[in-house]
């Protein structure tokens, strides 16, 4: 699994909010810290420099944009455990278009728009229960593009390249 992913960045108002949130979850679930994200495309082992290109291109051709928070999801695979499901609107699916067309030879990825706001393996009761008062934001602002170093340890994960639209 280790590999680079294209994440989008939350602007800074969204950050703030869900790294609010993320960090609550953090410490009732004992779960580790991370960046809030959407993950575009990833887990590919390429060349770097060739992600910072395509990277710089993309961002020329976007703008800021925003989308819905639709719904909590708990699931039952470590990365997938509570995320908050996002609207793939026109511009976020244009972007992953981009992304599957230039990637796809190289990893195979299936994009799933969310937010995850903790990793782990949790009783589902637990995530009902440390959710309480957790207000979840009904939009999100997107305002940029990372090249994120990942990998099975959260807490070693590296952005290793930024651009703002």
Known sequence: MNGYSIWLDLEKESRTNYRNIISTLSRRLNS????????????????????????????????????????????????????????????????????????SLVKKYKFDPHISLAYGLFKTEKIYSVMKNIVIPKHVVFSGLSIVKTGKDVEKWETVFQRKF
């Open 32 to 103: 580790p810290l991370f960046e809030p994200h959407c993950t575009v495309y990833g887990h590919m082992k390429m060349d770097l420099g060739e992600l910072k290109t395509f990277i710089s291109k993309i961002i020329l051709k976007s703008n800021q944009f925003s989308t819905s928070a639709k719904k909590i999801k708990v699931g039952s695979s470590y990365f997938k455990s509570l995320s908050i499901k996002v609207d793939c609107n026109p511009k976020l699916q244009d972007l992953n278009n981009r992304c599957k067309s230039r990637f």
